[in-house]
């Protein structure tokens, strides 16, 4: 199964400040396609998950610009360039290339 | 609009038995693959297991192999998720979620059923 490690755990940001969270899987995640199929997803207090990115960086509609991914192979980032209210939850990157698919641990953006 | 609602979920001894339905609608379900993830009380998400449009390709995690069965119903688009021999362990919020047309990243999600497995 192919791992997939956050960091870091929990980050306390201040309200306009950038935010970044690495995620590093324990395999490549090209498929055979030549995609690789790594995504961030949000989750709220009390919601579901929301998708926030897709195929390393590439943002679901609707997400703000303040959001961006990048990476390849095993090493991938989510930035958010200036941390609003809004953005208060835990993140999740998500492997989709490989049976069975795996998420991160989750990584929590607090406001200080 | 776009939706998917989960039901079934409840309380229920160990090593009985339930059953998950998901809804959808505002869609055309049988152009997706689809999803069951779970979130147990406090914790992150967990893939359980996942089904090809057709039914024809299906994935399951090796913590509910032997013990869960998913499948769907495109004329009545509904996914379904058979859960037996249910362990404490298995106490989570399942989710159902869609696998969108971008590939690999789950674009659409239910509001979740809880099932919670205590004598």
């Known amino acids: 199964d192919i791992v997939m490690t956050q960091t870091p755990l929990s980050s306390p940001v201040t309200l306009g400040q950038p935010a970044s969270i690495s995620c590093r899987s324990s395999?490549?995640?090209?498929?055979?396609?030549?995609?690789?199929?790594l995504s961030w997803l949000q989750q709220r207090p009390g919601q579901p998950p929301r998708l926030l990115i897709y195929?390393?960086?590439n943002r679901f509609s609707g997400v703000p610009d303040r959001f961006s991914g990048s990476g390849a192979g095993t090493d991938f980032t989510l930035k958010i360039s200036r941390v609003e209210a809004e953005d208060v939850g835990v993140y999740y990157c998500m492997q989709g290339t490989q049976f069975p698919l795996t998420f991160g641990g989750g990584t929590k953006v607090e406001i200080k | 609009e776009v939706q998917l609602v989960e039901s079934g979920g409840g309380l229920v001894q160990p090593g009985r038995s339930l059953r998950l339905s998901c809804a959808a609608s505002g869609f055309t379900f049988d152009d997706y693959a689809m999803h069951w993830v779970r979130q147990a009380p406090g914790k992150g998400l967990e893939w359980v297991s996942g089904i090809s449009w057709n039914s024809g390709s299906i994935g399951l995690a090796d913590s509910v192999k032997g013990r869960f069965t998913i499948s769907r119903d495109n004329a009545k688009n509904s996914l379904y998720l058979q859960m037996n021999s249910l362990r404490p362990e298995d106490t989570a919020l399942y989710y159902c979620?869609?696998?969108?047309?971008?590939?690999?990243?789950?674009?659409?999600w239910g509001q979740g059923t809880t099932v919670t497995v205590s004598s």
């Open positions: 195929k390393i960086s």
């Open positions: 395999q490549s995640l090209v498929h055979s396609d030549g995609n690789t199929y």
């Open positions: 979620a869609r696998d969108g047309a971008q590939g690999g990243a789950f674009d659409i």
